[in-house]
């Protein structure tokens, strides 16, 4: 089986970002959003590549099979946003989500981020466990930081220590 390589995204990576996320939440959860109801999508650099924020693409063979993306929100806390990993490649003998999350919260904690916070749908119930399994917590919605980019969508939310 071919690595997995954790890439930090690029220009050329948009489309294979989008063809990655848009399936995932369109036909496997059934949620009705198109990249235009996702201004991030378009604006990557602008949005994620900004103070301690970035975004980062798994590849395999070159194809990209998930993404993940750190979104600063100031005061030493973050969000984790857009993780998606392609149903292909999902489970632990690939290990992509592993990569894709140990990657991003290695990098938050070196560039001094204190706390990650994510909201997700109650639907995606496999990413809760995933998340819990690996040290994020559940919390109330009214525990967020104020400056949290909450979603329409997300009903759980979650907080890991970066100490």
Known sequence: MSEVVICRFTEGDVQGVIDVILPIQREEFE???????QPDLSDIPGFYQVGSGDFW??????????TIGLKDIGEGQAALRKMFVAEAWRGREFGVATALLQGLLAEAKGRGIGEVYLGTTAK????????EKNGFSEIGENALPERFPRMAVDTKFYRIALA
């Open 31 to 37: 949620i009705p959003i198109s990249a235009a109801d």
């Open 124 to 131: 995606f119930l496999a990413a809760h466990r995933f998340y």
């Open 57 to 66: 693409v798994a590849k395999i063979d070159g194809v990209i099979v998930g």
